[in-house]
């Protein structure tokens, strides 16, 4: 564990029944033009009404940026980056998924000519905040609300990228469960499995420490015990209230520690095949976990300790840390996530390209506690292939 260690996060934060209109107070009276960042199907959903009809009642100009495509490459992302530049916006809201919130973070550090998305591919910390930004997040998973990360994919490399800069960090955000309230079963289990990931992951990093793990184990425990009922009873809101909570409390981990290998080796999958991240991350999930258990088994033991209420804290460290990593293969099973790249049509000749690629992903493949050797990376993806 970290001996130092620090904490940045969004600056305000509402959640809770009546989050959203909260925006009211918010949005000053010397704001001049707001870009709202989201996504067609959001629109149609009505789930940007409240948000514009409060924009309007307080009589400020805006302008809807809607055609951000679901991970986006770096190429895609600077078109809408172009886009929102022509507006001269002093104020940034997105509402949406991680792919939405991760433009906006992006659009709020790239307002000028200074610096493009690719340039910060080379070097993140060029690009310094210049736009307010506010973050209402649409899924209960992705945690972008609450990170300094933007990932964006980079089709020369077959490979997705992190680009991370806590000048991203918004400074708003709202947390309202009734955003997720309809969200198809699919993407509220892979955005779901991912958030899983990011407490997970964080918890067990070797950049864990101890702010990292008051979130982390917080979200661990929302999560583990509200995500197969806020995924499959659409009229669950107090589970998806705490998933919504859960997974901005990974998000917060996230910032605090960082992902391991599930998320690394989980790049090559969204870069080259464009699976979806939280599906790619859920395929990996037991896998790596597995691979790691030798390692973090005594911390997965005071996750059972946490998580499971009804639990024998009599067992051993090892039957603890068994019963975890198996709870999380129930969990992707009963979601119904696919657990096998052949649901892909990935080819196994292309096993040589993935560890490559993942072996890469060097950012996160620090963080494991068990070192990822390339052979180590190649068996792991023969499991899933």
Known sequence: MLTDYSLKMPKNIHAGEHALEQLEEILS???????????????KLGLVDVPIKIIEEKGINYTILSDIPAEPNYHQAQTMID?????????????????????????????????????????????KKQVTSLM????????????????????????????????????FVLLDGRMTKDLP????????????????ECFTSAKANPISNTFALEALDL????IIEACTNPDALDAKRKMLLGSFYAGIAITASGTTAVHALSYPLGG??????????????????????PVIKDLLA???????????????????????????????????????LKTFNVPE?????????????????????????????RNIYLQIM
């Open 29 to 43: 009276d010397d704001i001049q033009k707001i870009v709202i960042f989201t996504d067609k199907g959001l629109l």
């Open 83 to 127: 886009e929102f530049k022509k507006e001269k916006a002093d104020f940034i809201i997105a509402v949406g998924g991680g792919s939405v919130m991760d433009v906006a973070k992006l659009a709020s550090i790239l307002a000028t000519d200074e610096y493009t998305v690719k340039d910060l591919l080379e070097n993140p910390l060029l690009a």
């Open 136 to 171: 209402i997040p649409s899924t209960a998973g992705t945690g972008a609300e609450a990170t300094p990360n933007a990932i964006v994919g980079v089709p020369e490399k077959d490979l997705k990228i992190g680009i991370v800069n806590s000048e991203m960090i918004a400074d």
């Open 185 to 200: 079963k699919p993407i509220a289990a892979s955005t779901g499995v991912d958030a899983l990931c990011h407490a997970i």
């Open 302 to 340: 005071v996750a059972y300790d946490r998580v499971v209420k009804d639990g024998d804290k009599e067992l051993s460290v090892d039957k603890k840390s068994t019963y975890m990593i198996n709870q999380l293969e129930i969990i992707v099973k009963v979601l119904e996530i696919p657990t096998s």
């Open 223 to 226: 999560i583990m015990n509200n």
């Open 349 to 377: 000749e292309d096993l040589d390209g993935l560890v490559a690629a993942g072996m890469e992903v060097t950012r996160l493949l620090v963080n494991n506690k068990r070192e990822v050797t390339p052979e180590d990376a």
């Open 272 to 293: 080259k095949y464009h699976i979806a991240h939280g599906v790619s991350n859920a395929i990996l999930l037991t896998p790596v976990m597995k691979f790691n258990e």
